[in-house]
């Protein structure tokens, strides 16, 4: 019924940068809160960036001044610009929706999740 696809991880140095996107698509009606949560081998997932459907944004310490979340809402797609990128943001990385369907059934659903790794 609804499905988001995650697209743009890799591989880059350390000072790279890397722009993933989650593209949300099916029995949509609307869209609310959008964010990125990642998850490291052995280490619990955290979330790193959210946007609400407001347009208000939040980020984790960790990422503040080097990543930036944005949204399209005519392609119901969500971003995430890495800049800076260091060897601790390397995990897998998940974007989440929270959504109205079109039987009007609020739902939270995952991406698949893409992998960044960040070599030193």
């Known amino acids: 019924q609804v499905q988001l696809v995650e697209s743009g991880g890799g591989l880059v140095q350390a000072g790279g940068s890397l722009r993933l996107s989650c593209a949300a698509s099916g029995t949509i009606f609307r869209i609310n809160a959008m964010d990125w949560h990642r998850q490291a081998p052995g280490k619990q997932r955290e979330l790193v960036a959210g946007?609400?459907?407001?347009?208000?944004?939040n980020y984790a310490d960790s990422v503040k001044g080097r990543f930036t979340i944005s949204r399209d809402n005519t392609s119901n797609t969500v971003s995430l610009q890495m800049n800076s990128l260091k060897p601790e943001d390397t995990a897998v990385y998940y974007c989440?929706?929270?959504?109205?369907?079109?039987?009007?059934?609020?739902?939270?659903?995952w991406g698949q999740g893409t992998q960044v790794t960040v070599s030193s």
């Open positions: 946007i609400s459907g407001g347009g208000s944004t």
């Open positions: 989440n929706a929270d959504l109205l369907t079109t039987t009007f059934r609020r739902r939270s659903y």
